[in-house]
């Protein structure tokens, strides 16, 4: 019933929004007020996105989606279902823990039952609402979070943080958050200068910092360096098609340089899909969660 309310809202957001800016462009185009090129182009991008979105209602199928992606936890050695439950239970204690949730709360949920883990590194902290839940997933490892100092000027300019009071609000909230973890460590300098402590060794890295170039690749490059041995990296938002990127939010770099190390022979993965609902499962919207291991450690 869910399912069917949430496609009915998309099916009727789409056609009002389609509408929308169809007469937005057409009005600005046969007036010609001054509407550049650039943003005509990005509001028929925007109408196609819609469109997309609406055809892909039509061939969803969920409960297909959610078969393949069981079966790629269990291609990976790791249990869906039970990691559910784990976070069930989390959220009911923690209320406000799954704001942001999505598959990397399940996967690393999932690998909690792995004992051996005991050093974690954190490269980019936002909210801290991650941080917190890694903390009690594992009670018993040492956490490192990594991210900009405050008065960075990338930090401020960066996921509406430009405005002062809710930067400085921002900035509390997430400090009590972390406070509030007995096995954090915060490191607040740019995730490049890794690169001097290579000898650190972490037996799980999540690489949630800056997503386009040079930032990620050189975030990967830095993190295999300081990944313990038979340890796990997984990387967030991971896109394998756009048609446009940027050095922040969206952007292939991250593939690229997951395929590059391939390539090289050092490294072996596997992609999951970052959420599985309608309508990120399937077509443009849809990007991944990397799992990362070293080729040389798991080889039989």
């Not at 069981?70 to 990691?83: C, P, T, V």
């Not at 009670?139 to 943080?161: G, H, N, S, V």
Request: glycine letters at 4%; a neutral charge; charged letters at 25%.
């Amino acid at each position: 019933m869910n399912l069917i309310v949430t496609r009915c809202y998309f099916i009727i957001h789409i056609e009002v929004k389609v509408e929308l800016y169809t007469k937005f462009a057409l009005k600005n185009y046969l007036t010609f007020r001054g509407l550049k090129l650039q943003k005509l182009l990005n509001i028929s991008q925007r109408i196609l996105d819609k469109l997309k979105i609406f055809k892909l209602y039509f061939s969803y199928d969920y409960q297909e989606i959610l078969v393949k992606q069981n079966s790629l936890y269990d291609q990976i050695g790791l249990n869906r279902e039970k990691a559910h439950e784990t976070l069930a239970d989390i959220y009911l204690n923690h209320p406000g823990l799954d704001i942001l949730k999505s598959e990397h709360h399940t996967l690393f949920a999932a690998l909690s039952s792995n004992q051996k883990i005991k050093t974690i590194l954190e490269i980019g902290t936002y909210a801290a609402s991650f941080t917190k839940l890694l903390s009690i997933l594992y009670p018993d490892a040492e956490i490192t979070t990594m991210d900009l100092p405050d008065d960075d000027p990338i930090f401020k300019q960066t996921y509406d943080r430009n405005i002062i009071n809710e930067r400085l609000r921002f900035i509390s909230e997430r400090n009590s958050l972390i406070e509030s973890c007995a096995n954090v460590n915060f490191v607040q300098e740019n995730s490049l200068l890794l690169i001097n402590n290579r000898d650190l060794k972490f037996d799980l890295i999540w690489v949630d910092g800056a997503h386009g170039y040079p930032m990620i690749a050189m975030d990967i490059v830095n993190s295999l360096s300081c990944l313990a041995k038979k340890g796990f990296m997984f990387i967030d938002d991971v896109w394998i098609d756009r048609s446009q990127n940027d050095s922040n939010y969206r952007s292939i770099g991250a593939f690229e340089s997951i395929l590059a190390l391939k390539n090289a022979g050092l490294i072996d993965y596997a992609l999951i899909p970052k959420r599985i609902e309608f309508p990120h499962g399937e077509g443009h919207l849809k990007k991944y969660i990397a799992r990362v291991i070293r080729s040389e450690d798991f080889k039989e």
